[in-house]
């Protein structure tokens, strides 16, 4: 218990005195841009932007000719408008170019998926040079691939195909990664439950008031740092020691600070209900709500609420293609990584380090969101030129990643470096591997896993993450299900829960969801207990007995229990026997046709409404009566105002 209170105990020390304040989170705002899954191009060959850097480079019409030959094009353009369009069609052809990939030696084929890996990383040639020490000179291999039509070089630019098109077909490091050592436990992954979680996950968002948790600022009194550190939280002992409240900065002298992480998002009751809806611990909790605010289903900020346009988009998506969005929404998470967890319990320390000649350029805050995305990256690109779909052992793979993944490609020229208790880089890089595969991918359903009988992960089965992430695939590949509403509901008359069977069609998990709230994911089931504040509710909203009947027999395609039937039944019949309406406003139409024509011509007005007495007479939020009498008069009605 003492290493998951490290940095609790670390902030016991953070005084007002030192620059230090407890904040409340940003309040909820609303989403301005659309998320890129809206945009997503589908997979295919981007023809014009690799024309159109063609042109841009002004490359000599010779040229261009040369490199069209070295495809196995005969070049027939006369303009470089012309000749850069053929160029750009021949380089990208999927047929030549895997043709050309599987012509390429053992060494050469690592070289050249070394550099689709590390192009997403500053300084890719550089690093090639210095960090591979492949058997050749390096302009030996570029020769080769030039030959082959898989680079285009010129003196100050390297193009890979991979930068405008996916690879054609599967490629991997030519190394044995094969899983030897015996298993004793397996957990496969089960991609359909992630979509069953992201119900559970708004289900728990539309019912309750989920609110986020406080953070620690720190702010500091002086030049540069005030600028500098925006968004960091240092150790208060690293505060103390260097008096950086009182001194200046010494410009010819390194300053290096222990920083700490971010506390997590959810904690308290909101935490534990999430935690129990999603049988998932806090870390699982806390990715599932950082990555739908990054695919913007959820709006950023407290309290937690839905944004409703982009929820209804998603949900509108074939279910293979959400989780292809998830994948790619996992890819711009940028406030949350995979180990901060262990940052949190002590195991992973990070130092951030300041000099005369660092750039001031960027803050903490963006340096860490940079880090974030450069590590997530690369890593997820060094997975997917692993062997997919077959068991790789944990100990080869960590054994090479340095060789493709080394520290110096994250931490040379950064401000922010992270290693274990003595600074070691490499241990760290480890720790990453061992959490992105035992955490998002495999809660992504991208991942099997086996273990030890100690708990250790021993081998991985990555399952079309390559396919995915090249964009090689648009849709992620579900088995073929048939799901039963007879056979696929069943009441516990113990517990007093709904019971639905996995994968349950989105559409009824989203009827129950209005009535009922999560209570867990079991190994084939998901838990419901059905809830008299949601039911009332759907009640004063004008959902009738007879509403609710019909929605369930569309969503399931069979007649609600008769327990479920009976627990409706009961609170129909209770609902509505007594109603008091002390210093309300009451909207009273001449008929129930106004009523309905109020409802279509005054976009506001159904969010102004409380509850309806019937089909003519309806409550409204006093705060709202006039603002709704001004909009019907804008809209040309003549309201009659009656009492105060």
Known sequence: MKAKNWRTRRLSKATPELGYQEVNPPATQSVTTPPSWVQLEAPGPN???????????????????????????????????????????????????????????????????????????????????????????????????????????????????????????????????????????????????????????????????????????????????????????????????????????????????????????????????????????????????????????????????????????????????????????????????????????????????????????????????????????????????????????VAKVAEMLTRYLPPEYFFDQGLLSYGDRRGNKEWFLQLYLHTLLRGPLHWLGLVDLEFAADGALLNFRLQHLQDLLWRRLETFPLPEFTWSGESGVQWDAQTKTLQLQLPAPPVLLGHVQRWAEPQGVGAETLRYRPAEERLHALFEQGVTLADLVADWEAAAGAVPPSPLRAWWQQWWERYGHVRLYPGQTILVTEDKFALQELQAALPKFQDAILGMINSRVVLLRSERSAEIVGEMEEKGYLPKVLGG
């Not at 298993?183 to 968002?205: C, D, F, K, S, W």
């Open 47 to 393: 023809y014009a932007a690799l024309r159109e850097l063609i042109a841009a480079e002004q490359w000599p019409v010779a040229v261009i000719r040369d490199y069209i030959s070295a495809t196995g094009t005969k070049p027939y353009g006369r303009s470089r408008a012309a000749l850069a369009q053929q160029l750009a069609e021949s380089f990208l052809d999927a047929e030549r170019l895997q043709a050309a990939q599987q012509a390429l030696s053992a060494d050469t084929r690592e070289i050249y998926l070394a550099m689709l890996v590390s192009f997403s990383l500053p300084r890719p040639r550089e690093n090639l040079y210095v960090l591979h020490a492949p058997p050749r000179p390096m302009q030996e291999y570029y020769r080769e691939l030039e030959e082959a039509g898989l680079l285009l070089r010129r003196p100050d630019k390297l193009l890979l195909p991979n930068l405008y098109t996916a690879p054609p077909a599967p490629l991997h490091f030519p190394h044995d990664w094969e899983a030897t050592e015996p298993a004793a436990r397996r957990e496969v992954a089960a991609p359909q439950r992630v979509l069953t979680r992201i119900q559970q996950v708004l289900g728990l968002v539309r019912g309750g008031d989920v609110q986020l948790s406080t953070q620690y600022q720190y702010n500091a009194q002086i030049w540069p740092l005030n600028y500098l550190l925006r968004g960091g939280l240092p150790a208060p002992a690293s505060v103390v020691k260097l008096g950086m409240q009182r001194t200046a900065i010494n410009p010819n002298k390194p300053l290096v600070l222990k920083m700490l992480p971010p506390a997590p998002a959810l904690v308290g009751a909101s935490l534990d209900s999430w935690m129990a809806a999603l049988s998932l611990p806090q870390d699982g909790v806390e990715f599932f709500y950082h990555l739908l605010v990054a695919a913007r289903i959820l709006r950023p900020g407290s309290p937690v609420t839905l944004e409703p346009q982009y929820e209804r988009q998603f949900f509108s998506l074939a279910p293979g293609k959400q989780l292809a969005v998830l994948l790619h929404s996992f890819e711009e998470i940028l406030d949350w990584q995979v180990f901060w967890p262990r940052w949190r319990e002590g195991q992973v320390r990070a130092t951030w380090t300041y000099s005369g000649t660092s750039s001031m350029s960027i803050d903490y805050q963006q340096e860490l969101a940079g880090l974030i995305r450069i590590l997530r990256s690369a890593f997820l690109c060094f997975l997917a030129a692993l062997p997919q779909e077959r068991w790789l052992s």
